[in-house]
């Protein structure tokens, strides 16, 4: 499978920790050339040491997903340092669960603006680049809340999940010929998502993840879909604990 990945520079959102983080790690290993953006610059820091003491190639870029102007100066950093740019992983998103009735605004704003403003800033950002270069590959981070909503306490967030598969699947069918395009449906996975619920759900959240599979799951399903040959686009992958029934 690394034949299909090594020497694409990848470029990762939300890459400090997690799932960003370990994706990193399993496509540097695989041979890919990894630049990690994220709010946290200790963090990234961190998963770029671990990557180079192992042989592998990664840079930082600090990035608040939520500035689009941060996201374009990202992108065109990459593109200078690296060369090149072949795959945008956009994974940077937050999961606060509360039920509606409590109205918290500021929660729904931020999903708004992390998990699909985030995507589009991405999107934005990569898309003029790999549509000059006639190739390229963008994967989105959805859910299976993006499949079937979360309800009662993730209602907001399943919407923004819904978007972003939404998205993905548009996109695909605008630019498919040259660009390939992605969209990633986990279930639980073990990472610090379920630590952004501080509110009432915070007890049920904790319990549910005690199912969760590692990250390293989904890193693996990422590089499946990287590596396919050109001419073969992986639109979608669903994964989850097998305990999971939602």
Excluded: C
């Excluded at 890919?32 to 200790?42: E, G, N, Q, S, Y």
């Excluded at 990664?58 to 060369?83: H, N, P, T």
């Excluded at 989105?140 to 907001?156: E, Y």
């Amino acid at each position: 499978m690394s034949e299909g990945i090594k020497g694409k520079v990848v470029l990762i959102t939300g890459g400090s920790t997690g799932l960003g983080a370990e994706t990193a790690r399993h496509l540097a290993a695989s041979g890919a050339r990894v630049a990690v953006a994220a709010r946290r610059k200790d963090k990234l820091d961190e998963v770029v040491d671990a990557i180079s003491k192992a042989g592998g190639e990664a840079r930082a870029y600090q990035l608040d997903v939520v500035d689009k102007k941060q996201v374009k100066s990202v992108v065109d950093a990459v593109i200078g340092d690296f060369g090149r740019f072949d795959v945008l992983i956009n994974n940077a998103g937050i999961m606060p669960i509360r039920p509606m009735s409590e109205v918290n605004t500021e929660e729904w704003d931020a999903m708004i603006d992390v998990n699909i403003k985030g995507t589009l800033y991405g999107i934005a950002a990569a898309l003029p680049a790999f549509l000059a270069q006639e190739s390229g590959h963008i994967i989105n981070l959805s859910s299976v809340a993006g499949i079937k909503v979360f309800a009662p306490g993730g209602t907001v967030y399943s919407g923004t999940k819904f978007a972003v598969r939404a998205i993905s699947d548009g996109l695909r069918q605008e630019v498919g010929a040259k660009v390939r395009v992605t969209s990633i449906e986990p279930g639980a996975v073990d990472s610090e998502l379920k630590f952004n619920t501080t509110g009432t759900a915070q007890s049920g959240v904790l319990d549910f993840y005690k199912i969760a599979i590692p990250a390293s799951a989904v890193a693996r399903a990422i590089a499946y879909a990287i590596a396919q040959p050109a001419d073969v686009d992986i639109n979608e992958i669903v994964l989850r604990p097998t305990a999971q029934e939602f």
